[in-house]
């Protein structure tokens, strides 16, 4: 079982939290200061938060069968 390319990782994490519908939260502060140019306010997901998602992406690409390319 290798591990998942980084990228793939972050995509999946994103994607979950999305899936999850956090109303006025945001991945990352990038997100708050586009957002707020349009007077919307959004709280960031803390580090911890972060990891959290990042932790459960990587587990589930780890299960997933793996393609060969």
Same mark, same amino acid.
């Given at each position: 079982?290798?591990?998942?390319?980084?990228?793939?990782?972050?995509?999946?994490?994103?994607?979950?939290?999305?899936?999850?519908?956090?109303?006025?939260?945001?991945?990352?502060?990038?997100?708050?200061?586009?957002?707020?140019?349009? *007077?919307?306010?959004?709280?960031?997901?803390?580090?911890?938060?972060?990891?959290?998602?990042?932790?459960?992406?990587?587990?589930?690409?780890?299960?997933?069968?793996?393609?060969? *390319?």
């Amino acid at each position: 079982m290798s591990e998942p390319i980084e990228s793939l990782v972050l995509a999946r994490a994103k994607l979950n939290f999305a899936r999850k519908g956090h109303g006025e939260r945001c991945w990352d502060a990038d997100f708050t200061d586009s957002e707020a140019l349009c *007077g919307a306010t959004f709280l960031p997901l803390s580090e911890a938060e972060r990891q959290e998602f990042l932790d459960q992406a990587r587990h589930e690409l780890r299960r997933e069968p793996q393609v060969e *390319g």
